[in-house]
């Protein structure tokens, strides 16, 4: 399989804190990669270097073949384009109207007619699954399940070919969750996207990734969720044994697919 | 090579070469928009050269296919269909239309909005104070629930660290008063009236207004914003969640905080005012200091300076109550936000300007 990222030795420090000590792994093209993690094991500078919002401290971060830290500002921005990333809270930006706030991104790179614009909106509410009529609402009016389903439609804008996705389902009814869940498999399915998405949720863990990440000791540990679940580290047995974790082990697991 | 579009507008034929990407667009746009208003009897569209296709302009190619279906006109592909249709297809229903454009109002529903806008703020207004003023009185049996620390903290933040700004401004708008009287006394020869002129209008007017003005813009907007936020992050309903009234814990202590701030603020004000006139009135008409001040006494009676300073602590009340209620109001979105700090502001002075008028004409009939 082709690698989309590939993270090398990667070493992140805050002072004397070593949040990252070594990461090493690879995105391929087409799979949706789960990083997991407890509170505090660097999941979002993780993120946050794959991104190239942050330099690491040795290592490198290749997207496509290319490494990001030596990159040309310019270079950096042409491939920052490729990416559609969503944050944890939507962060919409509050004064524009659904529209507008998927308009922005493409207004910005390019000049078109008003109509182009509009049919571009239809294009990416009906992609979300979003009704026509949310176009002309405000993000205060939103339900959590549309400001994240907006979120995604707004990543989607330039038609990107890697998507991040930070805590996707947090904060979502199960009902909501699965449905999102469903969307981003059906969109990868449908546009050969490569998904990276950090996730706390164990029911989507086992529904979408087909590879999981999981940051333990400063390093990380990748493999398939069924082959993590058997990893002996005390952590991992915590988080995918604890009485949370044991659901889904019950239910088998749909990793795979 | 990179992506092209050859249109031939008369016989309805567009011919699109190599790779369409999401940056290719624009390019796409123009030809299809110079096709539509060409509106030939058959499209057709010539794809045998064409690469890979974004969503984007796939779907742009598909929307206008399916216009000219629509108007009753051929529509064909020469080729291989860009991928993205099919998925086009999967796409579920968008149910209902778009929301028809609400229609616009006549102007009599506008005027009519317009008043009950107005008149429901006057009254939320009052509202506003009236349970401040309840408040308080409720509030007032126990030290602990005044909440001291908070009214000394607003009183510091409004008040301590406002001096530099309100000093310097007192100080040149003395100045600016002392050197334009100087100048027209002169010509009746009465300079020496430019005492009275400076001491008059700092002490009862200038000092306060001036101080006035200041604080709204630096605390009233301060105030609004601060619970604005507080607001959008639901920090005030936490509060009420709590048993907390945000009334006792919000907007009472800035209140106070602001009370007490403003007579401060007032007599600094007053002072380098003063100190100002006696610069300019020194160096412009050669009055030795001594005489400025034997001439100061004359000048100003018993009430001069309590006239200003009796309205600060009134001035504060009105632009901590606009700056508090104007922030709770505060729904929805950061755009709100900003308005609402701005409507705070503009509110605050103007609500400062109307009681100094008032006073103006109060203190006029009881001879004070």
């Known amino acids: 399989m ?48 794959m991104l190239g919002l942050r330099y690491p401290d040795s290592g490198s971060v290749e997207v496509e073949g290319r490494d990001l830290s030596s990159m040309h500002r310019e270079e950096l921005r042409e491939i920052k384009r490729r990416y559609g990333v969503t944050f944890q809270q939507g962060a919409l930006f509050s004064s524009l109207s659904v529209a507008e706030n998927l308009t922005l991104p493409v207004a910005e790179a390019m000049d078109l007619e008003e109509d182009v614009y509009a049919s571009l909106v239809e294009l990416r509410l009906r992609m979300v699954g979003l009704p026509l009529d949310t176009a002309a609402k405000f993000p205060a009016q939103l339900s959590g ?86 990893n002996e580290h005390p952590w991992i047995r915590e988080y995918f044994h604890g009485p949370r974790g044991q659901r889904i082990s019950a239910a088998g697991g749909h990793v795979g697919a | 090579m990179a992506f092209a579009a050859e249109t031939d507008a008369a016989a309805g034929r567009l011919r699109l070469t190599d790779d369409c990407r999401m940056a290719d667009l624009p390019v796409l746009a123009d030809a299809l928009a110079g096709l539509r208003e060409a509106a030939p009897r058959e499209l057709q569209v010539d794809l045998t050269h064409a690469g890979e296709f974004d969503i984007g302009p796939a779907w742009l190619l598909r929307t206008a296919l399916e216009q000219a279906r629509a108007a009753d006109r051929s529509a064909r592909i020469e080729g291989q269909p860009p991928g993205h249709f099919a998925f086009f297809d999967e796409l579920p229903d968008p149910g209902a239309g778009a929301a028809a454009e609400s229609q616009a109002d006549s102007w009599l529903i506008r005027f009519g909005r317009a008043i009950d806008y107005r008149v429901g703020n006057s009254i939320t207004s009052l509202g506003f104070g009236g349970r401040t003023l309840v408040t308080a009185a409720r509030v007032s049996t126990s030290l602990r629930r005044l909440r001291l620390p908070s009214i000394v903290r607003h009183a510091y933040e409004t008040g301590v660290q406002a001096i530099p700004v309100v000093a310097v401004i007192a100080f040149l708008i003395a100045i600016i008063l002392a ?140 632009i901590a109550l606009t700056g508090t209620m104007r922030g709770l109001q505060v729904r929805e979105s950061s755009r709100e936000l900003g308005r609402l700090t701005t409507v705070a502001v503009v509110q605050a002075i103007f609500l400062v300007i109307f009681a100094d008028a008032l006073f103006a004409i109060f203190f006029l009939e009881i001879d004070f």
């Open chain 1, 145 to 230: 399940g549309m400001v994240k389903r907006v979120a995604l439609a707004r990543a989607l804008a330039l038609d990107p070919v890697l998507l991040f996705l930070d805590e996707p389902t947090a904060g979502l009814d199960p009902i909501a969750a699965s449905e999102f869940d469903e969307l981003v498999l059906y969109l990868r399915r449908a546009l050969d996207l490569t998904i990276v998405m950090v996730t706390h949720d164990l029911d989507t863990l086992s529904r979408t990734c087909d590879r999981v990440a999981v940051l333990v000791d400063r390093r990380v540990i990748v493999d398939t969720l069924p082959r993590i679940q058997k």
């Open chain 1, 2 to 49: 082709e690698a989309v990222i590939r993270v090398r030795d990667v070493v992140n420090r805050f002072g004397a804190q070593v949040v990252h000590d070594g990461v090493s792994f690879e995105v391929c093209r087409g799979e949706i990669f789960g990083i997991v993690g407890g509170s505090g094991s660097g999941k979002s500078v993780l993120l946050r270097t």
């Open chain 2, 179 to 318: 050197y334009i009287g100087a100048q027209q006394l002169r010509q009746f020869g009465a300079e020496i009236f430019t005492v009275d002129l400076v001491a008059i209008g700092v002490l009862r007017e200038l000092g306060v207004l001036l101080t006035a003005i200041m604080v709204a813009g630096r605390t009233g907007s301060a105030y609004a914003a601060e619970l604005g936020v507080m607001k959008l992050n639901d920090e005030v309903d936490a509060l009420e969640s709590l048993g907390l009234d945000p009334f006792e814990v919000l907007v009472l202590p800035r209140v106070l905080g602001l009370v007490i701030a403003m007579p401060l603020l007032t007599i600094v004000a007053d002072a380098m005012g003063l100190a100002g006139g006696a610069l300019l009135t020194t160096l412009l008409i050669d009055l030795p200091s001594a005489q400025y001040l034997a001439r100061l006494d004359s000048a100003i009676s018993d009430t001069t300076f309590w006239a200003g300073l009796i309205k600060a602590p009134v001035f504060g009340v009105l």
